[in-house]
Structure formats: structure tokens, C-alpha cells
């Protein structure tokens, strides 16, 4: 079986900056893989290449066994993407999102009605599938934001700050359904995250990125241990990246984070 994602020195430059730096690394089929880091780090620009929305600088990359830059289609159709900004629209029901998102990936209609409602019960969201998603919560809207990105049933899940925004019942709720879908669908997910509880309580390994570079790989028990006797995710992130993962970001980023959790509030 190939490696559920695989870069061999994947860079990204924007003219004289080098937003990702000859990152090498393997995530296994099946596994939760974190990537890490403080903001302007990589890590979006490293999911934009995989999932084939930014093309690569140099170096070479594979999801779910297809190279990005020579089968682009094949590598749509075996990922999930759900972005950190929303995706839903708060103007039609979760049912309905569920649906054009079924007919965006060609699924037959008696086989997407099925799908629909087995994703709706699987989130906790068949009680309200024909609300409206504005009346939704923060936490709602995400996992229906998750069923869409898994409707297709893809190889590979990317989850970019999956619950920036939301109050700690609904990261909880989020958090357990994504552990649901990997133990029931055996999906790989890639997630990024500046909750180091939050990449502890689910990833398996953790990449820590910093200026483009990776600079540690290993489970967050491993790179713990590396650092220092009772230290956390926390203390590890500060050790090679000397930042804060609570603190720091521009203007710009602390906009969008607020923006995102006054549309999910």
C-alpha cells in the first residue's frame, strides 16, 4: 500500500521568500499526522501544494499514491479538504449542502441520498438536516463542514485549524468525531492546529514547521521527551520554534481567526 502522502524536498518560493523549504516527510495510510508551527511557518502553503491548489517551486509530492503535479484530478478525488474559513452556506439546510456536494463529485442520486443520511446521523446532525445552517452552532457547522469534505469517502482528510473559534464542549464534540471517522473509515487525516491539547489528544505524530523548514518530527510523547522531564506539546513547540503557540501572528492572521469565530459564535 503507498504512502497516504509523501514529499521528497517540497519547496514553495514568492519570488526572494521561501515559504517551504525542501520538506521531506510520509504520513501512513490510516494515520492522524498534526503539522505544526507559528503562523507564516508553511503549513498552509504545504496543504495548498497537496492538495493541489499552489504548484511546487521545485520537489515532488504524492497523496493517497498520485503525484501532484502530474494527476491532479485523480488527487482531488482522494482527498477532503475543510478549510479553516467557512464552507457551508448559512442559506440552505444541511441537507441541501450535503447535496451539492454529492453532485460536485458525480455521485448517483440514490447512492448520495444514502450517503447524505448516513453522514447526518454520523455527525449528530440528522435531528436538524433540514434547518437551515445559520441556525446552526459553531461546533454543528464544522461537522457538517466534515461530512461534506467526507461525503466521497476520500483517502485522505485535510483539516486546516479544524476548531479555531469554538468554545471547548463543541472542540471536544469535533474532536471525537474526527477519532470516530479514522477508527470507522480508516481515513488519513492531516490537520494543522495551534491547540497543542488539541494535537496531543489526536495525532499519533506531529510535524513542527518554522520558517519553512521542519525542524521535528516524531509522536508528541517522543519530541516531549526529547526536550525535557514532565515537559508538553507546549514546551516542545517553544524549544524549536521559540515562539509561543497561544502568543504571536500579524494583524492579519488575528483578523481572520476573529472573523472565523464571530461566523461560527
Known sequence: MPLAIRTNALTRRFGAVCAVDA????????EVFGLLGPNGAGK????????????PTTGSATVAGHNVLTEQRLVRRSIGYVPQLLSSDGALTARENLDISGRLYHIPSAERRARIDA?????????????????FSGGMIR???IAQAMLHQPEVLFLDEPTVGLDPVARRAVWEHVRRLREREGT???LTTHYMDEAAELCER?????LGKLVALGTPESLAGEVGSGATLDDVFTHYTGSDPNEGGTYRDVARTRRTARRLG
Open 23 to 30: 520538506l521531506s516527510l510520509s504520513v501512513e495510510p490510516g
Open 206 to 210: 506531529v510535524g513542527i514547521m518554522h
Open 188 to 190: 488519513t487525516i492531516l
Open 44 to 55: 498552509t502553503t504545504t496543504i495548498k501544494m497537496l492538495i493541489t491548489l499552489l504548484p
Open 143 to 145: 461537522r457538517l463542514e
Open 119 to 135: 453522514a447526518l446521523e454520523f455527525m449528530g446532525l440528522a435531528d436538524v438536516a433540514d434547518h437551515l445552517v445559520r441556525t
